[in-house]
């Protein structure tokens, strides 16, 4: 696994629990040294490892791991420079919406060795959307409720109210739900196209 | 209803590329797409000449709106007189002598930000609605934020690898036990000297009676011994003098300097007294005291460093013979008279 996804759930645990959870974390699955490299690779095993010790850790199932890590992405000031980039996808969240096929290309662009799932969105009705996640290369990460977070946050980003639901996995593919209730629901936070450089 | 012909190609090119302008057929501006006015500021650039307000840079034109119309579908390198420093490319395209699609005999010049695309976007407080849906300037923005924020983490890497370079060099030219270098510090350390051409002076020490408060007081008295000498050495040379452990018992100190006769011997001496003060360890006794040769480079045409540490050696050697806790200065005819000295232990066996 990339060390970018890697170091995302470590500096979650850290940002979010404090430096000695996270140390009793990387305890537990015995890392030397106990943080990750973003631009490093790493066995899938030490991620499934790592993310099985934080959910013991916290008592906390996965799958419910995996979304706080996705909202912790977009709306933590340590990953500003990732919601700037997710920021470039789209200028509502419905645009952002239909660029999320482009998402694992966007990140292979950036980083050629971070190979994300594919994702393909469905449009019901302009309201009614449904994303599916393949299951791709990730090494047996869900993906999917990474996705579910990381959209909830991406929501409030652009001011839209929104329900997500996460539909389970059939053959290896993940289901979003996703109903927009309402596109103008908050101000949402600003974002402008120079602001980092 | 004139006017409202000649902005019909306006209105749909405001879609298509909104940063274009209409010009008539005396190169003045009668529409501008909505970015095109944004870049140019509140000011309606309406009724302006399109060459006051932008110096085509490359190609060379002829002046005036033939040249323009004469460089049509050509790239045009220019900038906004205003704005010097933000580039702009563009190209021209003629329109018809009728009025079918714009004044006649007009020209379209469609402009897009090159490479100056980041200075622009910061400038005109620019938005992802400001670029024609297919332009690609959001994702050159995206690609520029993305490769800042992995070339930042690379250098982080890079800075936590140096520092992890250094900190396991350090430690590999660092003895555990006493915090001296170690070993492998000797190569390096005299050879940078011979190489700048500084004088040295080399001092081979071997401690005295060591083995023997190792052997009766046990192992740890006889580290805790070893850290004393080494507090010793370290407080009687300078920081830029170096103090090696090479042994067991055995140091090299490195004066980065050219000792004379009378300092140096007085430095052993010193040096030596101080290793015979007492340490009294867990109610008994340890007694050690030190054996010392010294070479300077000095004595030498062109120092070698085997050369000198054999040097040293002999020194050391002579010492030993001379007594314990004695200092030898290295002179030629000690190579005599080791020589000869073995040569007598070969014969009278």
Known sequence: MHGLIN???????????????????????????????????YPDAVTRDVLAGVSR????????????????????????????????????????????????????????????????????????????????????????????????????????????????????????????????????????????? | MTSD?????????????PMHLVLDADGRIVHAGPTAQKVLGPAVPVGRAFLELFDVKRPRLAPGVAGLRAAAGRRLHCVLRDAPGIELKGVAAPLPGDRGIGPPDGLIVDLSFGI???????????????????????????????????????????????GAKAAAEEEAHTDTLTGLRNRRALDPVIRRLIARGADFTLMHLDLDYFKSVNDTLGHAAGDHVLRRVARILREETRSEDTVIRVGGDE??????????????????????????????????????????????????????????????????YAAKEAGRGCHVAFAPDLRRAVARHTVDAATGD
């Open chain 1, 7 to 41: 170091r995302a759930i470590e500096l979650f645990v850290r940002d979010t629990y404090g430096q000695d959870t996270w140390g009793e974390v990387a305890g537990r699955s015995e890392l030397v040294p106990q943080d990750f490299e973003a631009m490093l690779d």
């Open chain 2, 116 to 162: 100056g695309l980041i200075d622009a976007v910061g400038r005109h407080e620019l938005t992802s609605r400001d670029f024609a849906a297919t332009d690609l300037a959001v994702e050159m923005l995206y690609l520029v934020e993305a490769k800042a924020a992995v070339m930042d983490a690379f250098q982080k890497l890079s800075q936590r690898l140096q």
């Open chain 1, 57 to 197: 850790v916290l008592d906390k199932p996965e799958a419910a791991i995996l979304e706080d890590i996705g909202t912790y992405l977009v709306s933590h000031p340590t990953a500003e420079a990732l919601r700037r980039l997710l920021r470039f996808s789209g200028t509502d969240f419905t645009d952002f919406l239909h660029s999320l096929d482009d998402l694992p290309a966007r990140a292979r662009l950036a980083v050629p060795q971070l190979i994300l799932p594919p994702i393909e969105l469905h449009d019901h009705d302009g309201h009614r959307f449904s994303v599916a996640v393949g299951a791709g290369r990730s090494g047996g990460l869900s993906f999917g409720y990474v996705l579910l977070g990381l959209l909830r946050a991406m929501a409030d980003d652009y001011g839209v109210l929104v329900t997500l639901d996460h539909k389970g996995r059939r053959d290896g593919v993940e289901t979003i739900e996703v109903r927009v209730l309402e596109t103008a629901f908050a101000r949402g936070r600003s974002f402008s196209l120079g602001a980092a450089l």
């Open chain 2, 5 to 17: 012909r000649s902005a019909a190609p306006g209105t749909l090119l405001d879609v298509l590329c």
């Open chain 2, 251 to 316: 140091f090299v100190l490195i004066f980065a300097e050219a000792l004379s006769d009378a300092r140096l011997a007085e430095l052993a001496r010193r040096l030596i007294r101080r290793l015979e003060d007492a340490l009294s360890i867990g109610g008994e006794v340890a007694r050690i005291s030190g054996s010392i040769g010294t070479t300077r480079s000095a004595n030498y045409a062109t120092p070698r460093l085997a050369v000198m540490m054999d040097d040293a050696d002999l020194a050391l």
